[in-house]
């Protein structure tokens, strides 16, 4: 198994710009989530999802959207870039949770920079 | 919302020196869990704790989940240099599909 990838590793945006950052996984686990994690600080709930077809608001939604067509993949889109929204991106995955499944699995991450 | 604190924010320290840290919670969490995050990676669990009270061990790192739910704690011992990095608490409430994470704590350590 790869497990949690994420792409691209790396992007600079100039403001208003658009994108989407890739994350897939292939444990086919039912929940994934998108994190922000902003510098010397925790990770941030952006969106997240139980399953394909049901996605849910995170602690800080705004400027993005996710879509969860296939149990393994969770696109993050950036429809106008603002420089608030620079940060480190992480996607995760995890099991449909049972009493010792608590865990989430992280993906490399996606260092975005928005000019 | 739900917050925790995470302390200390940074610590240095001597390699072979034993390392605490923990988080508390301004509510009641059922699991507890510990990460660790090296430069450029995504966070990796260590520990996860699920009852209150429970002590759990993963090498030379012990976790503690607080009789009050309300906290937990985080040691390792006789610290290497590969022990360098972020370490997150993060909690969850009981039925709850999301984590709490705190702010992070930054160990360094010097040979």
């Known amino acids: 198994n790869a497990g949690v990838t994420q792409t691209p590793k790396f992007r600079i945006l100039k403001i208003g710009q658009s994108m989407t950052l890739q994350c897939t996984q292939d444990?086919?686990?039912?929940?994934m989530y998108w994190y922000r994690q902003d510098p010397g600080m925790g990770l941030k709930l952006i969106y997240y999802?139980?399953?394909?077809?049901?996605?849910d608001k995170g602690e800080v939604p705004n400027g993005y959207n996710v879509s969860r067509s296939t149990t393994e993949d969770f696109p993050l889109r950036l429809e106008l870039a603002a420089p608030s929204q620079t940060s480190v991106y992480f996607c995760?995955?995890?099991?449909?949770?049972?009493?010792?499944?608590?865990?989430?699995?992280f993906g490399p991450g996606t260092r975005l920079t928005v000019l | 919302g739900q917050q925790l604190n995470q302390s200390p924010q940074s610590m240095f320290i001597q390699e072979g020196e034993d390392v605490s840290m923990n988080c508390t919670s301004s509510?009641?969490?059922?699991?507890w869990l510990w990460y660790k995050q090296d430069p450029g990676e995504g966070p990796v669990l260590l520990i996860a704790?699920?009852?209150?009270?429970e002590l759990t061990s993963n090498g030379r790192l012990t976790a503690q989940f607080g009789i009050t739910r309300k906290d937990s704690f985080l040691n390792i011992s006789a610290s290497i240099p590969s022990d360098v990095g972020i370490y997150f608490c993060?909690?969850?409430?009981?039925?709850?599909?999301?984590?709490?994470f705190g702010q992070g704590t930054r160990l360094t350590i010097n040979p």
């Open positions: 995760a995955s995890r099991p449909h949770r049972t009493a010792s499944t608590d865990t989430q699995y």
């Open positions: 444990m086919n686990h039912n929940y």
């Open positions: 999802s139980v399953g394909a077809g049901i996605t």
């Open positions: 509510s009641i969490f059922n699991t």
């Open positions: 704790l699920y009852k209150a009270g």
């Open positions: 993060a909690g969850r409430d009981q039925g709850a599909q999301k984590l709490v």
